[in-house]
């Protein structure tokens, strides 16, 4: 006799898939979500309270950030433009390297 249950679960992803996807904030983490959810065309609404994407980091812009660039963003941003990898790290130019999520499949940054 154990304690644990060991048989699998079923997957209960079918009745999830018509819900909607809310991402609640622009910033770095929820726009690595929105890259996630692009990937497997999974479509999303953002909503943020700041006047454009990652408003929090662009008001810490002038503080230097701990990793270089390249530590600094996650995998499914890979197709995105990038700085070069020598550049250092601020909030300020760093988040301006976030807008083509709102735009997904953009190569522009205009």
């Given at each position: 006799?154990t304690l644990l249950d060991l048989t699998p679960r079923t997957s209960r992803a079918g009745r999830l898939d018509?819900?909607?996807?809310?991402?609640?904030?622009?910033?770095?983490?929820?726009?690595?979500?929105?890259?996630?959810?692009?990937?497997?065309?999974?479509?999303?609404?953002?909503?943020?309270?700041?006047?454009?994407?990652?408003?929090?980091?662009?008001?810490?812009?002038?503080?230097?950030?701990?990793?270089?660039?390249?530590?600094?963003?996650?995998?499914?941003?890979?197709?995105?433009?990038?700085?070069?990898?020598?550049?250092?790290?601020?909030?300020?130019?760093?988040?301006?390297h976030d807008a083509p999520i709102a735009r997904p499949?953009?190569?522009?940054?205009?």
């Amino acid at each position: 006799m154990t304690l644990l249950d060991l048989t699998p679960r079923t997957s209960r992803a079918g009745r999830l898939d018509t819900l909607p996807v809310a991402i609640v904030g622009a910033g770095p983490i929820g726009l690595a979500a929105a890259a996630h959810l692009t990937e497997r065309g999974i479509d999303f609404t953002i909503y943020e309270v700041g006047d454009q994407i990652g408003a929090s980091v662009q008001a810490w812009g002038h503080t230097r950030l701990f990793s270089p660039w390249e530590h600094l963003v996650d995998p499914a941003s890979a197709n995105w433009f990038a700085p070069a990898p020598s550049t250092s790290s601020t909030g300020s130019r760093s988040s301006g390297h976030d807008a083509p999520i709102a735009r997904p499949r953009s190569n522009s940054w205009d």
